[in-house]
């Protein structure tokens, strides 16, 4: 087997286990890694049974259980100790694998994410970080859906997390870490961001103000630091907009017979818009902060985005994220108690 | 004079005084109305000289001084007597005219209608109304500006004075009201959300629960609650992301020679699209709550923006929004003091 070790929910999402376990045979194409597929033996058999890969590098771990959407998480996480999530949760706490990936239920996977992997020491709350797509090209929000109501110290920390990873996973140097606020000055805001200004202001990491949330689709940033519940409201609607947009754009479009050809002849150029809006090219949402790495994927991901969720793990482990993470928190807290 | 007196501020907005001028001349197409217009004397005539319209009807309401966007706003509304928008609340708080619509620095216009004109009895903070454009067509996203940090018992106001709006000014019968949230259960969201879900639902409105983010663009609710940090980062993000995903649009359109033709041909189809993004169809923002009806128009309105922004206001004293605001707000009072 190889080095890297990602653990993957094969029960998770709208589309398990078919396409969960093709996008997981498809990430072997990565020879530094080997793949764990958690759930139904007997139904990860059948799906492995469709393709040729390279078995040495693929090893079922059974589990009997699913956990649904509709179930309280930390009642979910306590009493299904047999589920793919708990389970597979459990391989990063063992040390067996370094990352896990699920397309499953949000609020299960990230209770039980802090409950059994742990926060890196120091780190007050784990955060997610979800990639929107922008006019130049990514926009790294967090927190995207973990903590709803966050105390400033939270958000000094996610952006810190946010800018390492982005920085090792995404390459991209000095990413410019904007506070989402309703206006560019920095009195402006609500009691939560003037404070986290300051915290912001007098940090290591690259600050770049206040960001208006009208030019975050522009690109303004590549790291838009916020709260969850803020976060949240932008990323659904984000989902939302576009996608009802691009139905008042065909609803037009097929309102004349010259704007119809018109249409057809522009239809590549949708065709690219539409993947520039698809969570798939993506890959899935990293929740940061945690001993190891766990990988929120969209509950409807296809084979595409759990294989480019995959990749993400494999950076995020050969970059030693979660010892950046680490370093960076513990360096502010010797301070903080020398100070 | 008409029956009804609409005070402009012909100073505010990046495109005052010429098409501020114009709007309001526009709207005295509706004989209803007279229009005051508050600015400097000489600018506003010179405007008014390039138009014809009934002398009768329009009045310039002298004013020497002008509030900036980067004022604090306080500070503003106190020194600049003289300024349009001091100047245009106080018309209201004398009864020399039942609305004001601007297009200038919304901080000192929210702030000075709340000194100036103040609250209707019972309404612990006014909020700034805004209809947001999605697939079956608008939403009115209320609070969408004006306090940050809210309370629940503000949010349930703002439900009711919301619902009065949407259903006089906007003729629909009983708006569908939703609570913005980061998820459809109850239980969801933060524990501003969590607490206003409980008054909401024992409310007279008509309260149809949490509304995820990504179905607002759908048109999932007529009115939609949440607290002015949230709005209007929802509200700029609309504003960012039409503009981002356009701009995308064409980008991608005159990437290939077949694209292209295609683009010529469905150019109406887009040009109706940018309408449906196009604030000047929709009007001002309402700021309700007060004594009288103030509105906040786009800082970048045309004249047409101006003239949809007027039509609101007759619209609003015709129906009598103030008073029934003020029954509904009443009835609470009076139920809360006799239990």
Redesign the interface.
Known sequence: MAEIFIAVDAMGGDNAPKEIVKGAVGALEDKRLSILLVGREDVVKRELSSYKYDAGRVKIIGAAEIIGNDEQPTAAIRKKKDSSVVKGLNLLKEGQAQAFVSAGATGALLTGATLIVGRIKGVERPALGTLLP??KGFSFLIDS?AN??AKPGYLLQYAKMGAIYVEYVLNIKKPRVGL?N?GAEREK???L?KEVYGLLETSDINFIGNI???????GAADVVVCD???G??????????????L???KK??M??M??K??????????E??KK?FDYSEVGGAPFLGLKALVVKAHGSSDAKAIQSAVRLCTEFTEKGITRRISESIQKDNIKEETE
């Open positions: 922008n006019a859906g709803v109501d989402l309703i805001g609500n009691t961001t208006e949330a009208r030019d975050m689709p522009l969850a519940f803020t949240n409201v932008v990323l659904k609607y984000t989902e939302g907009f576009a996608k009802a947009m139905g008042m754009i037009e479009l309102s004349s010259l704007s050809i018109g249409a057809v002849l522009a239809k590549g150029a949708f690219n818009l520039s």
